[in-house]
Structures are given as structure tokens and as C-alpha cells.
């Protein structure tokens, strides 16, 4: 197998042709907004009633928000970037034990996004991980370095407790009962880890670490790197640029709950650019639907005599239809609309 991961230690003085992309669709990145007034919601604030309310303004304005006193520790968030960082600068030959292209995989090593499908590459390498039922999976992660599995363990645990708390309050923000959104994707709802790294690219302007997409599974919780910035969102046809906010999280709602809240809550367009000078780390965790879970908006988001906007669905069917086309290909979601007649 011809090695295409870009964190081999080489040194890149132009970009490969492989990832040039053609003029209009490169991203223009004098043309993006600092994103001064990213919706910063403190979970640590007491009114419970207006934490919701932050919640449900931001879901329908950005479809993302970030959270601080989120009560993951500093030092979990720290271990977290520090291991994925050792991780990849692992020898090249270590890190190709666990190199797959195939996204069936739960514990595979793999680069640009979907290798099978795309004509142009991504910037990006990425090791993705099943991280739910942990003991499951845990002994698939690697092994190099030696603290990763308790690490990434650690921050596994407290990543999915978080999870269900916001899907709680975001419950809550759409007028349904708090445990809705976790009763009806399962209780045993999957929970799925990217360690995105982003290596130095020599023309950045040129390419993306991921292009413009959106999530496909229910809510994604991005551990950042503090120091250098890289994602991007889509806001009223104008590309932001997310500023890292100290301890925060970034979170936003994916393709499951623009669905399941009947479209109230959009699952945004977003994408990570690169950087001339400085690698980027980025951990995103997705809360995902149980498989067999079927996707539906309750009456109570369905206006009187209207059909609900999208059909109903399971999430293997979705999985499936979000693998078979490439990532910046137009919203999947589309593709499960109902047709508008009554
Ligand atoms: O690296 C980032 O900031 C974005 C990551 C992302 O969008 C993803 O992993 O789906």
C-alpha cells in the first residue's frame, strides 16, 4: 500500500498536486471574518432557565456554540491535546500498523477524508476511534504512546457525560421533555473520536484540512488547539473564523438534530483551513444515534396539517448514504427531504 499520510516527517516546500485546489474553490482566506461574537455559553452559571435559552438562540442562529465551565478538567483537556500530539509524531512506521482506508473500521489511522470517493485531497491526517462501550474497544487503540489508552480513556468518560447533559438541555430548548433527544437516539448511543492533525502546509491558500461539510451524526464536541486557529463556519453566506476561547469546547449540532428538531436547528456548514508556520491538533468527539435508532421530529415541532420536513430514517441508513459521496458534496440531509405536497 503506497503511503499517503502527509505526517511522515517530510518536509513540504510546495504543495502536491493532488491537493491544489481549482481557483473558485480554494478559501480565500483574506475574504474571513474573526468571529468576535462566538455565542460563549457558561454551563457554570446557575440559571438553568437561561442557559437553555442561550442554547436555543444560539442553535438556531449558528447551529454552534462554545461552552466553558463545562466541568471537564483542564488537565484532561491538556493530557488529551498532549498524547494526540506524541501520537503523530510517532516514526511513520509505527503509525502505518494502524493505517486503513476503510471507514467500517473502528480503530483506524487514515488521511484527507474519503480516499475512495474525493478527486482532490485534504491537508489532514487522522486517527478515528469507537470510543463507545469503551471496554469494547479500548484494547483496538494504540498501544505507542504507552499513556494513550488511559488518557484518551479519561477523557472518553467525561466527553460522553457532557454529551448527555447537553442533549439534555437542548431537549429543553426545543420544548421537550429534557430526556427526549436521549431517549429516542438509545441509550446506548455510539460515541465516535477524530484526532485531526494538520500538518504545516506549505500553501494554504490552496487547500483545506477539511473542506466546507457538515456533520452527519447528532452533536460534535471540538477540543481545540489554544494556540493555533483553523476552523471555520459558515454564517449568512460569510466564512468566520472560530477564535479558540480559553478551556472551552466548540459544539455543534449535527445533520441528526437539524432532523429531529424539524429543521428549528441547523446543522451548519464548517471546515478547517491550514497553517503556513504551525501544525494543528483538533479532537472532535460525535455523539451518534444507536444505529437502529429511527430519526423523527415529534408532533409537537410539526406545525398543524404539515408534513414533517424529512422523512423518517434510521441512522445506519444515514451512515451509509454520508460514506458513499464526498464530504463537501451538498447536504446529505437533502436526500431524506419529504416532497412538500400535503
Ligand atoms: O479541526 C477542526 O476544527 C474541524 C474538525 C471537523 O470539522 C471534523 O472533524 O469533522
Same mark, same amino acid.
Not at 452559571?45 to 478538567?73: E, L, M, P, T, W
Not at 472518553?156 to 421537550?176: F, H, N, P, T, V
Not at 429543521?263 to 483538533?282: D, L, Q
Not at 398543524?304 to 441512522?315: C, G, L, N, R
Given at each position: 500500500?503506497?503511503?499517503?499520510?502527509? /505526517? !511522515?516527517?517530510?518536509?513540504?516546500?510546495?504543495? =502536491?498536486? !493532488?491537493?491544489?485546489?481549482?481557483? =473558485?474553490?480554494?478559501?480565500?482566506? /483574506?475574504?474571513?471574518?474573526?468571529?468576535?461574537?462566538?455565542?460563549?455559553? $457558561?454551563?457554570?452559571?446557575?440559571?438553568?432557565?437561561?442557559?437553555?435559552?442561550?442554547?436555543?438562540?444560539?442553535?438556531?442562529? @449558528?447551529?454552534?456554540?462554545?461552552?466553558?465551565?463545562?466541568?471537564? &478538567?483542564?488537565?484532561? +483537556?491538556?493530557? +488529551?491535546?498532549?498524547?494526540?500530539?506524541?501520537?503523530? $509524531?510517532?516514526?511513520?512506521?509505527?503509525? +502505518?500498523?494502524?493505517? &486503513?482506508?476503510?471507514? !467500517?473500521?473502528?480503530?483506524?489511522? /487514515?488521511?484527507?477524508?474519503?480516499?475512495?470517493?474525493?478527486?482532490? *485531497?485534504?491537508?489532514?491526517?487522522?486517527?478515528?476511534? *469507537?470510543?463507545?462501550?469503551?471496554?469494547?474497544?479500548?484494547?483496538?487503540? =494504540?498501544?505507542?504512546?504507552? /499513556?494513550?489508552?488511559?488518557?484518551?480513556?479519561?477523557?472518553?468518560?467525561?466527553?460522553?457525560?457532557?454529551?448527555?447533559?447537553?442533549?439534555?438541555?437542548?431537549?429543553?430548548?426545543?420544548?421537550? $421533555?429534557?430526556?427526549?433527544?436521549?431517549?429516542?437516539?438509545?441509550? #446506548?448511543?455510539?460515541? *465516535?473520536?477524530?484526532?485531526?492533525?494538520?500538518?504545516?502546509?506549505?500553501?494554504?491558500?490552496?487547500?483545506?484540512?477539511?473542506? %466546507? *461539510?457538515?456533520?452527519?451524526?447528532?452533536?460534535?464536541?471540538?477540543?481545540?488547539? +489554544?494556540?493555533?486557529?483553523?476552523?471555520?463556519?459558515?454564517?449568512?453566506?460569510?466564512?468566520?473564523?472560530?477564535?479558540?476561547?480559553?478551556?472551552?469546547?466548540?459544539?455543534?449540532?449535527?445533520?441528526?438534530?437539524?432532523?429531529?428538531?424539524?429543521?428549528?436547528?441547523?446543522?451548519?456548514?464548517?471546515?478547517?483551513?491550514?497553517?503556513?508556520?504551525? =501544525?494543528?491538533?483538533?479532537?472532535?468527539?460525535?455523539?451518534?444515534?444507536?444505529?437502529?435508532?429511527?430519526?423523527? %421530529?415529534? &408532533?409537537?415541532?410539526?406545525?398543524?396539517?404539515?408534513?414533517?420536513? @424529512?422523512?423518517?430514517?434510521?441512522?445506519?441508513?444515514?451512515?451509509?448514504?454520508?460514506?458513499?459521496?464526498?464530504?463537501?458534496?451538498?447536504?446529505?440531509? #437533502?436526500?431524506?427531504?419529504?416532497?412538500?405536497?400535503?
Amino acid at each position: 500500500m503506497e503511503t499517503q499520510l502527509i /505526517s !511522515s516527517g517530510f518536509q513540504y516546500t510546495t504543495l =502536491p498536486r !493532488s491537493y491544489i485546489r481549482s481557483e =473558485p474553490d480554494r478559501p480565500k482566506l /483574506s475574504e474571513v471574518a474573526d468571529y468576535h461574537n462566538a455565542p460563549v455559553i $457558561d454551563l457554570g452559571f446557575g440559571d438553568r432557565k437561561y442557559i437553555v435559552q442561550q442554547i436555543s438562540d444560539a442553535c438556531q442562529q @449558528y447551529g454552534f456554540f462554545q461552552i466553558i465551565n463545562h466541568g471537564v &478538567s483542564r488537565d484532561i +483537556m491538556e493530557k +488529551m491535546l498532549k498524547v494526540s500530539k506524541e501520537f503523530f $509524531d510517532l516514526p511513520i512506521e509505527e503509525k +502505518m500498523k494502524l493505517y &486503513s482506508n476503510d471507514p !467500517s473500521k473502528t480503530t483506524r489511522l /487514515s488521511t484527507s477524508s474519503n480516499l475512495q470517493k474525493e478527486k482532490i *485531497h485534504n491537508w489532514r491526517d487522522y486517527l478515528r476511534l *469507537h470510543c463507545y462501550p469503551l471496554d469494547k474497544y479500548e484494547q483496538e487503540w =494504540p498501544s505507542n504512546p504507552s /499513556s494513550f489508552k488511559q488518557i484518551v480513556r479519561n477523557y472518553c468518560i467525561e466527553i460522553r457525560k457532557l454529551g448527555l447533559k447537553l442533549q439534555e438541555a437542548i431537549s429543553e430548548s426545543l420544548g421537550l $421533555d429534557k430526556d427526549y433527544i436521549n431517549n429516542s437516539l438509545g441509550l #446506548e448511543q455510539g460515541q *465516535h473520536m477524530a484526532i485531526n492533525y494538520y500538518p504545516k502546509c506549505p500553501e494554504p491558500e490552496l487547500t483545506y484540512g477539511l473542506p %466546507a *461539510h457538515t456533520d452527519p451524526n447528532t452533536l460534535t464536541i471540538l477540543l481545540q488547539d +489554544m494556540q493555533v486557529t483553523g476552523l471555520q463556519l459558515l454564517k449568512d453566506g460569510k466564512w468566520l473564523a472560530v477564535k479558540p476561547f480559553p478551556n472551552a469546547f466548540v459544539v455543534n449540532i449535527g445533520d441528526q438534530l437539524q432532523a429531529l428538531s424539524n429543521s428549528k436547528y441547523k446543522s451548519t456548514w464548517h471546515r478547517a483551513v491550514v497553517n503556513a508556520h504551525k =501544525p494543528r491538533i483538533s479532537v472532535a468527539t460525535f455523539l451518534c444515534p444507536w444505529n437502529n435508532a429511527v430519526i423523527k %421530529a415529534p &408532533s409537537e415541532l410539526i406545525e398543524d396539517e404539515s408534513k414533517p420536513i @424529512y422523512k423518517d430514517f434510521t441512522y445506519a441508513e444515514y451512515y451509509g448514504k454520508f460514506w458513499s459521496r464526498n464530504l463537501d458534496q451538498g447536504h446529505c440531509l #437533502e436526500l431524506f427531504k419529504n416532497s412538500r405536497e400535503i
